[in-house]
């Protein structure tokens, strides 16, 4: 079996700072890449940021500047800091990995979510 637990959310006041946590457990052999998505209020889950099995890193424009994905790779733990919160960012964050597992197939895994509200 595969988890992902996610931690880090809250509630923050607008221009505040949060770090997320996510971190892969189970039959792992390798994980491919990681990311964060999120779900605000009505609308549809979209992309935060990625971050391949090399390091490399895509941001959506919405964030850049303020968001920093990263990884730990001796922990299968992926992070997202994100700096300046809006309230447009309150959101449910869920993580993503793309996984090999220890029998060799691969599989897309999804976290609970966290939720995250940003207010005064």
């Known amino acids: 079996q595969v988890q992902l637990v996610e931690s880090g959310g809250g509630l923050v006041q607008p221009g505040g700072s949060l770090r997320l946590s996510c971190a892969a457990s189970?039959?792992?052999?390798?994980?491919?890449?990681m990311g964060w998505y999120r779900q605000g209020p009505g609308k549809e889950r979209e992309l935060v940021a990625h971050?391949?099995?090399?390091?490399?890193?895509t941001y959506e424009n919405f964030v850049k500047g303020r968001f920093t994905i990263s990884r730990d790779y001796n922990k299968n733990t992926v992070y997202l800091q994100m700096n300046s919160l809006e309230p447009e960012d309150t959101a449910v964050y869920y993580c993503?990995?793309?996984?090999?597992?220890?029998?060799?197939?691969?599989?897309?895994?999804w976290g609970q979510g966290t939720q995250v509200t940003v207010s005064s």
């Open positions: 971050i391949g099995s090399g390091g490399s890193t």
């Open positions: 993503n990995a793309l996984l090999t597992l220890s029998g060799r197939s691969i599989s897309t895994y």
């Open positions: 189970g039959s792992i052999f390798s994980i491919n890449a």
